[in-house]
């Protein structure tokens, strides 16, 4: 049972490169649902933290399915996407979806994770090809 984290690094700073970001998940129609700003967080508690953000985002036409075979991969939907700072370069993180398959008792849904993990990887791809 893996839990695959993949980091790729991506050009201009957090902030461009999650505007990026969210540029192309509304250009293929799909909703930034949230994001949170941890270095902001750390900020507002008188901490210091590097540029590191989450975007939330997903389609509740494919999460659905994969909840109702098991509720309990409501913890790892919506998608996510880290997008952080290490010493002046950017990068992105997130976890494969395939791992969906090993994690949850997929039954109806079973494909949903590895068209999610190649979901994910075209959009890391086009965020690390863009300047």
């Known amino acids: 049972m893996g839990e695959e984290l993949k980091t790729l690094r991506v050009h201009g700073s957090v902030a461009e ?4 970001l ?3 998940l509304q250009r293929r ?4 649902l949230a994001s949170i ?5 750390a900020r507002a508690a008188g901490l210091e933290l590097a540029d590191e953000v989450v975007v939330f985002f997903g389609d509740p036409a494919v999460g659905t399915g994969v909840m ?3 509720p309990r991969a409501g913890i790892d939907l919506p998608l996510r996407m880290l997008v952080w700072d290490d010493n002046g370069s950017t990068y992105i993180s997130y976890r494969d979806p395939h791992v969906l398959s090993d994690l949850f008792d997929l039954d109806i849904h079973r494909d949903v994770p590895a068209k999610l ?3 994910m990887e075209r959009i890391a791809h086009d965020l690390s090809a863009e300047q």
């Open 17 to 20: 490169a999650t505007a990026r």
């Open 22 to 24: 969210r540029d192309l």
């Open 29 to 32: 129609g799909v909703a930034v």
């Open 37 to 41: 700003d941890h270095a902001a967080g």
């Open 68 to 70: 109702q075979d098991d």
């Open 117 to 119: 993990s190649g979901f």
